[in-house]
């Protein structure tokens, strides 16, 4: 199975959000390909079992310019048959706007055909001990309902 993890990143919550879920995707047997929103394209996914967003959302969730270039072409695909996984972090000092371009994403990874196959993982800023479990326990569920 190949997994394709696309994240965005300011402050390194979100690439280190990553850098688990992708230490947890190898060690189920997957094939994981990570890059930053910078360097990457939404047709990257057009390779991939498993595609897997991660964001942050800045402010009042207004989404940073490259999130919303990779949103726009992510608009362009067909992922029917496809897997779809969405995490992030924000603040919560942002009440109604936390973590909102996290639901974003799964929204449209919905409109464009693909299949939620984990519920969205949302922590507050930097992933500590129990937002790493809540990273353990989506990485597992993806991996048996994908592996058998």
């Known amino acids: ?10 402050t390194g919550n979100d690439e280190d959000m990553a850098d688990i879920l992708e230490e947890d995707l190898l060690d189920y047997g997957f094939e994981v390909d990570s890059s930053d929103v910078t ?10 079992d498993l595609c897997i967003f991660i964001t942050y959302t800045y402010g009042e969730g207004k989404m940073t ?23 992030g972090s ?8 936390f ?4 639901f974003d994403f799964e929204k449209l990874f919905k409109e464009i055909g693909a299949s939620e196959i984990t519920a969205p ?3 507050e800023n930097a992933p500590d001990d ?15 309902k994908l592996n058998g």
């Open 130 to 144: 129990e937002a790493i479990d809540k990273i353990d326990n989506a990485a597992k569920e993806m991996a048996d």
């Open 65 to 87: 310019d490259e999130t919303a270039d990779f949103y726009d072409q992510l608009k362009t695909l067909d992922l029917t048959g496809k897997h779809f996984a969405v995490m």
């Open 1 to 10: 199975m190949k997994a394709k993890i696309v994240y965005a990143s300011m």
């Open 99 to 102: 973590c909102e371009n996290v």
């Open 121 to 123: 993982v949302t922590i």
């Open 39 to 48: 360097f990457s394209d939404a047709s990257d996914y057009l390779d991939s």
């Open 90 to 97: 924000g603040d919560k000092t942002y009440g109604e706007h």
